[in-house]
């Protein structure tokens, strides 16, 4: 679990950007991806009986600044646990005295809003986790919503820019990892999906929606899941690792598109050539024309001015 914990930090302080789309889809927020996120300690001393502390540490604890200011905690699971009740509490109450104020003789605590990301679920796995306070002056509830990886199908991650969940997407599989290492042709299948997502991340870095930093990071971070969680699968680990690392698999829609644009960039050149030489322009004009506008050779261009 140590290992999911790193790889859910890495990816809160190396892709911050990513959390924006996750927080909006948790709490129903409507943030533009313009907002600047502030993270606070994840270290905190919970005071026991006898007065001794106790070093806790929170996945993590932020601030989303935009037109509000709201904080929020947000902790990642393996598994569903019945002690992640008892540790919320503890950490978003902890996280609310950091920041309480006193005024006069009377002390205000802001609980952060909280989720739980769980990256294994099952049937019985709850939507929400409840907490309920009963105090001399009546009673307080609150639920912290649950959001279960292994339900978002790889569309729905693209469709929701939840990139984010990329790197836990092979949660999803697991179940089948035994199937997978003895019939060929579904391995084959769980390869051509991980090529899918790795030629969804090119295409997101290409039109600059993602940064080229964020596409590697997702994909380092990716390999590091998959290692650790198919450590006993070695047909899965290698082949998936394989595509994540960049030998990606050819496969029948890839060809058609790759060979559409190679027709297309070819009557590109041959329309900017008859056009030019329609107008009469100078031959070593038009050559070092296309030869620039399309990075072709010099012999490249020859071979196409005299078709």
């Known amino acids: 679990m140590f290992l999911y914990d790193d790889v859910f930090r890495t990816l809160l302080n190396d892709c911050t950007s990513l959390m924006l789309p996750v927080i909006s889809h948790v709490f129903g927020e409507q943030y533009s991806g313009d907002e600047e996120i502030f993270f606070s300690p994840n270290e905190h001393f919970l005071n026991r ?29 393996s598994s569903p646990d019945s002690s992640m009740l008892l540790r919320f509490f503890e950490y978003r ?25 769980y990256l294994r679920c099952r049937p019985s796995t709850p939507d929400t986790l409840r907490i309920r306070i009963e105090t001399p002056g009546g ?21 929701k820019n939840l990139l984010f969940l990329l790197p836990f997407y092979i949660f999803s599989h697991e179940d089948r990892f035994k199937k997978y290492e003895k019939d060929a042709a579904r391995l084959k299948e769980l390869h051509e999906e991980y090529a899918d997502i790795r030629n969804r991340l090119d295409e997101l870095a290409e039109i600059a929606r993602i940064s080229e930093y964020v596409k590697c990071t997702i994909e380092d971070m990716s390999e590091k899941v998959l290692e ?14 394989a595509v994540l690392d960049g030998k990606v698999l050819e496969y029948e829609a890839k060809t058609f598109k790759r060979e559409g644009m190679a027709e297309g960039r070819e009557k590109g050149i041959r329309d900017t050539v008859s056009i030019l030489k329609n107008l009469d322009i100078p031959q070593q004009v038009i050559l070092d024309k296309i030869q620039e506008q399309y990075r072709l050779s010099s012999e490249a261009s020859k071979k196409i001015l005299v078709k």
């Open 93 to 117: 109450t902890q996280i609310a005295l950091d920041e309480g104020l006193v005024r006069g003789n009377t002390l205000t605590i802001t609980l952060p809003h909280s989720a739980v990301l």
């Open 228 to 241: 650790h969680i198919a450590a006993r699968h070695n047909a899965v680990r290698k082949g998936v690792s």
């Open 139 to 159: 009673s307080l509830e609150y639920e912290i919503p649950a959001l279960k990886s292994q339900r978002f199908s790889l569309q729905k991650i693209f469709d």
């Open 49 to 77: 009986q006898g007065g001794t502390e106790d070093e806790q540490i929170t996945d993590s604890s932020f601030k989303i600044q935009g037109k509000a200011t709201k904080r929020y905690h947000l902790e990642c699971q």
